[in-house]
């Protein structure tokens, strides 16, 4: 079947401080991957995609590459902001209509 | 990129009435969207896929008669949450692709609704 697995929560993190979340996933197939940020009291908002191995994904700074090979798909930013604060979810799809998502990891940084 | 809306963003209600949620698609037709329950600190939980014009899809464990969901135009789906209880105070997000959707596509996230029942 399909799932994924995020590391959990929750982190914290000083300003400017490297960031790791990992996710591993299993599927069928070859899926698209996904990060999706929730700010607080907002909805998810999609922070980047890869849709085949070896593809990097990048935004705002974050980046996450699809690892075939280890089946994962590890969000990393080279400097958090206060800003950054939010929860990341790792997600999948084969279809572009079924997601599959990991449980969430809170991330807080503090100045 | 596309929008959807929800409305409204939060409801509190007492225990025992029926709850509607809109999920609006303001700038695309989608035939498909789906609804998902999140609980506190937790992942989204999909709960059933809309189908315009036709029954909806529901996961294993969701209850139909409880959760209804109608799908009445290309940019409208309904949930209702019937005879509601304080278990089903929760975050229900709904979500919707544009037309062709692939793997390649991204889902649109509506806000969500915060339900709480008392």
């Known amino acids: 079947g399909n799932s994924v697995t995020q590391m959990e929560g929750p982190v914290t993190l000083s300003e400017e401080a490297f960031l790791t979340i990992n996710c591993t996933y299993t599927?069928?197939?070859?899926?698209?991957l996904f990060w999706y940020v929730q700010y607080p009291g907002e909805g998810l908002q999609l922070l980047l995609k890869a849709t085949k191995a070896d593809d990097k994904g990048s935004n705002k700074g974050f980046e996450a590459t699809y690892r075939k090979e280890t089946t994962s798909f590890h969000l990393e930013k080279g400097s958090v902001q206060v800003s950054d604060s939010a929860v990341y979810f790792c997600?999948?799809?084969?279809?572009?209509?079924?997601?599959?998502f990991g449980t969430g990891t809170s991330l807080t940084v503090i100045p | 990129g596309a929008v959807v809306s929800q409305h409204p963003s939060w409801v509190i209600c007492k225990s025992g009435t029926s709850v509607k949620i809109e999920c609006r698609s303001l700038d695309f037709q989608a035939t498909t969207m789906f609804w998902y329950r999140q609980f506190p600190k937790q992942s989204l939980m999909l709960m059933a896929t809309?189908?315009?014009?036709?029954?909806?899809?529901?996961e294993q464990g969701v209850e139909k008669d409880k959760f209804l969901i109608n799908h009445a135009s290309l940019t409208l789906s309904t949930l209702t949450v019937t005879s509601a209880h304080p278990e089903d105070s929760s975050f229900y997000i709904c979500s919707a692709s544009p037309p062709g959707a692939s793997s390649y596509n991204e889902q649109f996230f509506g806000p969500g609704t915060r339900l709480t029942v008392l």
């Open positions: 599927a069928t197939g070859y899926p698209s």
């Open positions: 997600a999948l799809s084969r279809t572009g209509n079924q997601f599959y």
């Open positions: 809309s189908n315009e014009g036709s029954k909806a899809t529901y």
